[in-house]
């Protein structure tokens, strides 16, 4: 079998078009402090890292992350890579417990885990391409006919122009939408009013006979939440995200046990995380991504974990890495999807580095039985676009 012969990382930076800026855009854990600027700035994100790996025969498997990319540019480079190299990739639970075992004091969360994620990533697209299959057929094969999907958009803006973008997105059929809260704690009750109105004019436009979720990207607290969620309950939400800040896995716990499902696990890494977050009841739907968690076999382990406790896995922000994994797992029975937009928070750079993402067609997407790997291959068609840093 052929070798890893090299790890070659790259950083996208974004130099073209961005949609601006706007106030109350969406709650998030800056919120907290006083003002200075855009408050989501530190969660745009306008880069992107691919990480190829290459094997003795000149196949070339593609992992990405999009956290941090310079820093897990530096941590592949000098740490992780020489980890792989020489080794065969078809060993790769070992070579995800030596990357996570050998980096433990500093690399189990956060950046270490990302980094980690970026090369077992690209090793699984590897395995599919040496093999002639889908990743999805490495996991066990397809389990649904196509993933259903729900439009994850509907950022905080005026009501006039969060209903004109729920009734264009309805012309999709999604199977679901998502919308986001722009106020928080230190809005007060007059925000508190203005996040119920946007909710209110988004039900009115999508009905009752789809699912609608509610997501605070971290920007609410305990006292906040358990505040809002009786004013939320008559709006029957499929869940509220990412309430309060990650590490409050009590805050969780207490708010999971309300009239409304509580989501979360965007923000947290490896199976052991979700071992905690499931023992203390914290989550009635986890939402990792992959390309943070560990990777596609740090994500298999969860995804096991998770329906051992009955509790539904929908990964972050769609993608193929994610996707995969969705086909192939029956505890998996939705994904979400962002539209081909301008670049505004970072998740829609997936669509203009890479090509190969299926397009949701009537609420669904499918994946091809025939594309070996991930599918997806990195583009040129916008290189202009971005600066790369080798």
């Given at each position: 079998?052929?070798?890893?012969?090299?790890?070659?990382?790259?950083?996208?930076?974004?130099?073209?078009?961005?949609?601006?800026?706007t106030g109350n855009f969406c709650a998030n854990a800056s919120d907290a402090l006083y003002d200075r600027g855009d408050a989501m700035h530190s969660f745009r994100f306008h880069q992107w890292l691919t990480c190829e790996i290459e094997t003795e025969d000149g196949t070339i498997?593609?992992?990405?992350?999009?956290?941090?990319?310079?820093?897990?540019?530096?941590?592949?480079?000098?740490?992780?890579?020489?980890?792989?190299?020489?080794?065969?990739?078809?060993?790769?639970?070992?070579?995800?417990?030596?990357?996570?075992?050998?980096?433990?004091?500093?690399?189990?969360?956060?950046?270490?885990?990302?980094?980690?994620?970026?090369?077992?990533?690209?090793?699984?697209?590897?395995?599919?391409?040496?093999?002639?299959?889908?990743?999805?057929?490495?996991?066990?094969?397809?389990?649904?006919?196509?993933?259903p999907?729900?439009?994850?958009?509907?950022?905080?803006?005026?009501?006039?122009?969060?209903?004109a973008e729920a009734e264009e997105a309805m012309k999709n059929g999604y199977q679901g939408y998502k919308t986001r809260f722009g106020y928080g704690p230190k809005d007060g009750m007059k925000?508190?009013?203005?996040?119920?109105?946007?909710?209110?004019?988004?039900?009115?436009?999508?009905?009752?006979?789809?699912?609608?979720?509610?997501?605070?990207?971290m920007g609410w607290n305990l006292d906040y939440t358990k505040r809002m969620l009786p004013k939320l309950e008559k709006y029957e939400p499929r869940w509220l995200e990412e309430p309060v800040i990650a590490d409050d896995i009590h805050g969780y716990a207490e708010l999971?046990?309300?009239?409304?499902?509580?989501?979360?696990?965007?923000?947290?890494?490896?199976?052991?995380?979700?071992?905690?977050?499931?023992?203390?009841k914290a989550v009635s739907v986890i939402q990792y991504d992959t390309n943070r968690v560990g990777g596609i076999t740090a994500a298999q382990k969860i995804n096991a974990l998770a329906e051992a406790h009955q509790v539904p896995v929908i990964p972050h922000a769609g993608q193929m890495h994610n996707y995969h994994l969705t086909m192939a797992n029956v505890n998996c029975p939705i994904s979400e999807y962002f539209p081909v937009f301008d670049v505004?928070?970072?998740?829609?750079?997936?669509?203009?580095?890479?090509?190969?993402?299926?397009?949701?067609?009537?609420?669904?997407?499918?994946?091809?039985?025939?594309?070996?790997?991930?599918?997806i291959e990195i583009s040129d068609k916008y290189i202009s676009e971005f600066e790369v840093t080798e």
């Open positions: 079998m052929s070798k890893i012969k090299s790890v070659r990382t790259r950083v996208w930076n974004w130099k073209g078009k961005t949609v601006p800026p498997g593609i992992g990405n992350a999009a956290l941090a990319p310079n820093l897990v540019k530096a941590a592949i480079d000098e740490y992780y890579a020489p980890m792989v190299i020489g080794e065969d990739p078809f060993d790769y639970a070992y070579l995800w417990e030596k990357m996570y075992r050998r980096t433990h004091a500093w690399g189990r969360k956060g950046i270490g885990m990302t980094a980690i994620s970026a090369v077992d990533i690209a090793i699984w697209d590897l395995m599919g391409k040496l093999t002639g299959k889908p990743v999805f057929k490495l996991l066990g094969g397809r389990t649904k006919e196509k993933i999907v729900y439009y994850s958009k509907l950022y905080a803006a005026s009501v006039e122009e969060m209903q925000g508190m009013r203005e996040n119920l109105k946007r909710v209110e004019a988004v039900r009115e436009v999508v009905g009752y006979d789809v699912d609608l979720m509610l997501e605070c990207y999971n046990k309300g009239p409304i499902p509580i989501s979360g696990g965007e923000h947290e890494f490896s199976l052991m995380g979700f071992r905690q977050l499931l023992d203390a505004e928070v970072g998740n829609e750079l997936f669509y203009y580095i890479f090509e190969g993402d299926p397009d949701a067609v009537d609420g669904f997407l499918d994946l091809d039985d025939n594309k070996p790997g991930l599918g």
